[in-house]
């Protein structure tokens, strides 16, 4: 069963960093664009950052742009967020994506979501 899983949530002060982990069993991330979306309390699902499939071409949303980072594993089989200076407005459960498309992802995949808390 095709599955994503996300790691590395959790509560982090004010200008702190976190990396977290989004993992595939059943498919293959590389084959994928992959985003990272953000849901906070009382708000919509927003999309935080993407990659392609083809070329690594990155996108970020404007409020994490220069804080956040996407990567993947040299075996394209991981794909990370790199998340820097954090704010307490970037509270908030994470999910990874895999779809078909860039940079709006046309999920195909989504994973559990892993919490964020940026608190003093």
């Known amino acids: 069963q095709a599955q994503l899983v996300e790691s590395g949530g959790g509560l982090v002060e004010p200008g702190g960093s976190l990396t977290l982990s989004c993992d595939a069993s059943?498919?293959?991330?590389?084959?994928?664009?992959i985003g990272w979306f953000r849901q906070a309390p009382g708000k919509e699902r927003e999309g935080v950052a993407s990659?392609?499939?083809?070329?690594?071409?990155?996108y970020y949303t404007p409020s994490v742009k220069g804080r956040f980072t996407i990567s993947r594993d040299s075996g394209g089989n991981m794909v990370y967020l790199q998340m820097n200076s954090l704010k307490p407005e970037d509270t908030a459960v994470y999910y990874c994506?895999?779809?078909?498309?860039?940079?709006?992802?046309?999920?195909?995949?989504w994973g559990q979501g892993t919490q964020v808390t940026v608190s003093s």
């Open positions: 990659i392609s499939r083809e070329d690594g071409s990155k």
């Open positions: 059943g498919f293959k991330l590389k084959y994928y664009a």
């Open positions: 994506a895999a779809g078909s498309t860039w940079p709006t992802i046309r999920v195909d995949y």
